[in-house]
């Protein structure tokens, strides 16, 4: 089965600061990403949960911030919490800040 099969790439803004942690499996980065729709009423924003490991981690940590607009390549995860509900997160392999990027108005 090829790596292809499940690849994502999204442009948009970060939701808030990247938050880092240390566990037992390395070091990852969570923070989410809002990406915007243009329909004819106005735009619709979606949400994504993103996490990012290791040094891609790092370095989501060390250079953006909350409204940086960015680039990302990654995986769909599909997860059940605790309570039953059902979620979606992208895991990053790559992630770029795009620049000469204009806020979105």
């Not at 924003?45 to 911030?65: I, P, Y």
């Not at 607009?69 to 919490?81: D, H, S, Y």
Request: charged residues 30%; hydrophobic residues 35%.
């Amino acid at each position: 089965m090829s790596a292809y099969n499940n690849t994502i790439t999204l442009v948009g803004r970060l939701g808030g600061d990247p938050q880092i942690e240390e566990t037992a499996a390395g070091t990852v980065c969570n923070f989410s990403l809002a990406v915007n729709r243009r329909k004819k009423e106005g735009n619709e924003t979606d949400w994504f949960r993103v996490e990012a490991w290791h040094d891609t981690a790092r370095g989501v940590k060390s250079n953006l911030a909350k409204g940086d607009r960015i680039m990302l390549i990654g995986e769909l995860r599909v997860q059940k919490a605790e309570n039953g509900k059902i979620y979606t997160k992208i895991i990053a392999y790559q992630v770029g800040y795009l620049l000469n990027s204009k806020k979105e108005k």
